[in-house]
């Protein structure tokens, strides 16, 4: 089977290079959707930019830092509280929001004095805060603020603060992937191997790629005090700011995400000779597979062993009862790019539920790569899927749930089909064992939940007013 | 040999994430790495995993090993003299797949 020209982008046919639909014996070499290309224009693209990645998925995670962003209001409230990433400290990075609130006037004369006075106000509202994450937005990258000027300057009248600047205006790539990287680099480049951490167990490694939604780090955080391994840091969930300066002490690094974070785990092996471990911490075959490998590297089997059995015994039949439930689902899942193939063997493998559909917002062809892989045939592979595509991607292969985030959740929700937060989930975790039963319980509450079948029953009846868009 | 080849094949791509690491080396360095364990594993033989790479690899061809003893049965009775042939053959069907004829545009960037 050929990519695929949607009726609806008849007059964008270059949407073909970017939606797949695979076909018996076909492999990745078959076909591979472009990605990670700038959108087409007359395209309605779902992504967002690449400060959004920088900042909402990696550098506002770390939970004893302000994050001070340099721009406009609303590029500080657009990448606030959107995630539900909580953390032990009472959710420090989650209550506050700071900006330089740039103005017209700061626009034409520089921004460089306000930031620097912003900085230093925040500091001094929070003594007890001393580290801080600075970013750059469009107008003020366009201006040319020298942000790492500013920044050193501060630290030299602030000698026991320390500021983390990324430079990554959302212009600067195709999609949010773009802050991801530009992170990680810059990250490994200034801060890792600035501190010394303190080694308390024989066997370290780095967690890297997941950001805590709703406890996911937490959980499996329970898992590693259990085999006695030290994680210097978690990149970036219920991370400090300190502890992801020590990760060059790591003797593992584990990626989940990696997508969002892989760049640091190959420049941590790179630099460093840390080895990268990538596994899949949703679903109960996938969970039992990465602590097994972990637990291998560290010689410590008979303790993995003994965690998975015991979570089996805990958790399994739970599964198990949604399964019964949910064998035969048909599941769409339109989130960023890693979920795809993370989730879709699992659900298949330990819910019985079939994946007939999914986009990618910001996914690389290496993405691409593992789920066309992974995935089933006569199921659709959309890169930077659009609205217009969503719509008769439903008519085709008419899923009972869909995993998406807040703003397509509402649309589809007015379809009345039901919709699973896939982004900042419903009620997590997900990862691990419990959170792949709270996921099933998400989708089984989601799919027999009679009150969407209330909904669209239209009480007006035939006295309904017909009203013609203006399309019609 | 053909059908165990597929076997392996098959299960590698639908299961296993380090063939589809970043860049060109990084698959080469992981495909070698895990199926010289592999091959140990199936042979039998005391692994010499030392370095901390040998060792991830190790723990990712355990994996994979007790995994296609569960789901094929000829894995439990593979003469040591057949696993060479037949690992040497998913090495190059890997690399051709994940490298050779890849559409992925970013494995041979330089930079990461």
């Not at chain 1, 939606?19 to 990745?28: F, G, M, N, Q, R």
């Not at chain 1, 490994?188 to 709703?214: A, H």
């Not at chain 2, 053909?2 to 299960?11: A, E, G, M």
């Not at chain 2, 380090?18 to 042979?43: C, M, P």
Request: net charge negative; with cysteine; aromatic share 10%.
């Amino acid at each position: 089977m050929p990519m695929v020209l949607l009726k609806c982008d008849k007059d964008i046919p270059e949407r073909e290079k970017h939606i797949y639909l695979k076909a018996p014996d076909e492999d990745t070499n078959s076909h591979l959707p472009l990605s990670n290309a700038a959108t087409i224009p007359g395209t309605l693209s779902e992504r967002g930019c690449a400060f959004c990645g920088a900042k909402l998925v990696i550098g506002g995670v770390v939970k004893d830092a302000i994050q001070m962003i340099h721009g406009p209001i609303g590029c500080a409230y657009d990448t606030w509280h959107t995630k539900r990433y909580p953390s032990d400290n009472g959710h420090f990075q989650m209550k506050y929001v700071w900006s330089t609130d740039m103005k017209e006037s700061h626009i034409v004369f520089g921004g460089e004095k306000r930031l620097a006075k912003s900085i230093h106000e925040a500091f001094d509202e929070m003594p007890e805060v001393k580290r801080m994450f600075v970013y750059t937005t469009c107008p003020t990258a366009l201006i040319g603020d020298d942000v790492k000027a500013v920044a050193k300057k501060v630290m030299e009248e602030r000698p026991d603060v320390d500021i983390f600047t990324v430079e990554c205006p959302g212009f600067s790539g195709v999609s949010q992937s773009k802050g991801h990287h530009v992170l990680n680099i810059g990250w490994i480049d200034e801060k890792v191997g600035t501190l010394e951490p303190k080694i308390t167990s024989p066997y370290t490694m780095n967690f890297i790629g997941d950001f805590n939604i709703q406890g996911d780090s937490q959980l499996l955080q329970t898992y590693w005090d259990r085999l006695g391994i030290q994680v210097i840091a978690h990149f970036t969930g219920n991370a400090n700011y300190d502890d992801l300066r020590g990760m060059h002490r790591a003797q593992l690094n584990v990626v989940n995400c990696a997508r969002s974070s892989g760049y640091i785990a190959n420049e941590l092996k790179k630099r460093y000779g840390i080895p990268r471990l990538d596994i899949d911490s949703w679903g109960f075959n996938y969970m039992a597979e990465g602590v097994r490998k972990i637990g291998t590297f560290f010689g410590v089997e008979d303790k993995a062993e003994e965690l998975i059995a015991e979570e089996y015994a805990k958790w399994k039949p739970k599964l198990d009862w949604y399964k019964e439930r949910l064998v035969g689902t048909k599941m769409a899942i339109w989130t960023g790019g890693p979920r795809l193939w993370h989730w879709t063997k699992s659900v298949e493998d330990d819910l019985g539920v079939q994946v007939v559909a999914m986009s990618s917002k910001f996914g690389h062809e290496e993405d691409f790569e593992k789920v066309i892989a992974r995935g089933r045939e006569g199921t659709y592979y959309i890169d930077d899927g659009n609205e217009l595509e969503f719509f008769e991607i439903i008519d085709l292969v008419k899923p009972d749930v869909i995993f998406t985030g807040g703003r397509v959740g509402e649309i589809v929700k007015k379809l009345h089909i039901p919709y699973v937060n896939g982004h900042a989930y419903h009620n997590g975790p997900y990862m691990g064992f419990e959170g792949f039963v709270n996921l099933a319980r998400d989708m089984y509450n989601a799919v027999h939940n009679p009150l969407l079948k209330l909904a669209a029953t239209d009480p007006r009846g035939e006295q309904k007013v017909a009203f013609l868009e203006a399309a019609e | 040999m053909t059908s165990k080849l597929d076997n392996l094949f098959d299960y590698v791509q639908e299961r296993c994430l380090w063939q589809f690491a970043s860049r060109t080396w990084d698959r080469t360095e992981n495909i070698e790495g895990v199926l010289k364990q592999v091959g140990v594993l199936l042979k039998k033989q005391q692994s010499t995993a030392e370095t901390p790479a040998e060792r991830l690899h190790l723990a990712d061809a355990k994996v994979l090993v007790n995994d296609c003893r569960q789901r094929y049965d000829w894995v439990n009775a593979i003469p040591p003299e057949e696993v060479d042939l037949v690992l040497d053959g998913l090495k190059d069907r890997l690399l051709d797949v994940t490298i050779t004829r890849s559409k992925n545009r970013e494995l041979n960037h330089s930079l990461y």
